[in-house]
């Protein structure tokens, strides 16, 4: 025995419950009790915890990916600040003033060409990645 119900829904509601259901070739009342039973059932919170780890796993692969990109961009500014501080002497009194102003020239000629880089989309990982390729196949 079944018990009549009457629902008023949004029509943009009413639209998918129509569409869905001539889709799948079976009635509509079948669909909301279908909806309604999988909505109320105990394991509904089971299902939504499910869904919600597997998100939770994707975010934490994605920040596992981001943490490695990170740490090889800081090792690699790490090397070549070291290198750069092992392998340039000290400048003297006289020629320092005109060292700062080259300094600030090849600053900013360095923010527009890292500007246009960005811009274009290149990734320093692309480049890394291509070059350990190449030499991994010329080995």
């Known amino acids: 025995m079944r018990i009549k119900h009457t629902f008023r829904l949004p029509p943009d509601l009413g639209a998918k419950l129509a569409d869905y259901a001539s889709r799948k070739q079976v009635p509509q009342p079948l669909v909301v009790e279908a909806a309604l039973s999988s909505y109320l059932s105990p ?38 600040v070291r290198f750069w501080l092992t392998c340039t002497p000290p400048l003297p009194d006289a020629t320092l003033q005109a060292a700062q102003r080259k300094g600030r020239e090849r600053y900013e000629d360095f923010v527009e060409t890292l500007g246009r880089r960005l811009a274009r989309g290149h990734r320093l990982v692309d480049e890394v990645v291509h070059d350990i390729g190449s030499d991994a196949a010329s080995l």
Not at 44 to 73: F, G, N, P, Q, Y
């Open 43 to 80: 394991d509904a919170s089971d299902r939504l915890e499910a869904t919600l780890a597997r998100r939770l796993d994707r975010i934490v692969r994605s920040m596992e990916h981001i943490e490695r990109h990170v740490t090889i961009s800081n090792e690699a500014i790490a090397v070549f």
